[in-house]
Structure formats: C-alpha cells, structure tokens
Nanobody
Framework: QLQASGGGLVQAGGSLRLSCAASGVTFSGYAVGWFRQAPGKERVFVAA??????STYVGDPVKGRFTISKDYDKVYLQMNSLKPEDTAVYYCATRKTDYNGSVYIRLVNYEYWGQGTLVTVSS
C-alpha cells in the first residue's frame, strides 16, 4: 500500500516536499511516478524515476521547478516556485520492472496507486 504525504497550503513562490512510502516494503525493483489531478480535470503525469534512481523524467509544466528523487524506502517530489496552477491532488504510483533505467510516464504503466495528498497554492 502506497502512502503519499507532505501536501498542504502554500503561497505562490513557496516550496513543498511530497513523500511516497510503501507500507512494509521498499522500492527496490520498482519504478515510481507522480501524477496530479486538479479539480474537474484529468489525472496527468508530473515526474517519474527509475527503479535504480539513476534516470528521472519531469513533465514540461513543472520542469525546472520540480525534482524527483528516491532513497531506500521513499520517493520524494521536491516542488519549488509553486504556482496556483500547481494546485491539485498529487498521487504516487509504482510498478515492478526488470529494467534499471526505465521511467514510465503513462497512467496505464502503473500497477499500484497511493491515496493522494492535496497541494493548494494560493496567489
């Protein structure tokens, strides 16, 4: 079971760090992605990291502001220079993979999803 945390209310220009943890297991052997869903909109890709942590990919809307990283048992999404349009529920997702360097950017690529954490950016 995935648990996303770290969301909250922040002013535009501020920062937040989201965390994703898997209950009772580590992310060894798993690639991880972050997605977000704004009110009334579809869930969209934000960032992804390979199972080794050596490859990352960040979507264009957040490139240069968000970074994704991982350690043994958590994956992080560091969000800087936040904008009101970043307001959304953020979800982490994971999938088992045999490929150290592969990142996955589509919702259908992922098998397991967390419950989401709300990020609200005020102007």
């Amino acid at each position: 079971q995935l648990q996303a945390s770290g969301g909250g209310l922040v002013q535009a220009g501020g920062s937040l760090r989201l965390s994703c943890a898997a209950s009772g297991v580590t992310f060894s052997g798993y690639a991880v992605g972050w997605f977000r869903q704004a009110p009334g909109k579809e869930r969209v890709f934000v960032a992804a990291i390979s199972r080794s942590g050596g490859s990352t990919y960040v979507g264009d809307p957040v490139k240069g502001r968000f970074t994704i990283s991982k350690d043994y048992d958590k994956v992080y999404l560091q969000m800087n220079s936040l904008k009101p349009e970043d307001t959304a529920v953020y979800y982490c997702a994971t999938r088992k993979t045999d490929y150290n360097g592969s990142v996955y950017i589509r919702l259908v690529n992922y098998e397991y999803w967390g419950q989401g954490t709300l990020v609200t950016v005020s102007s």
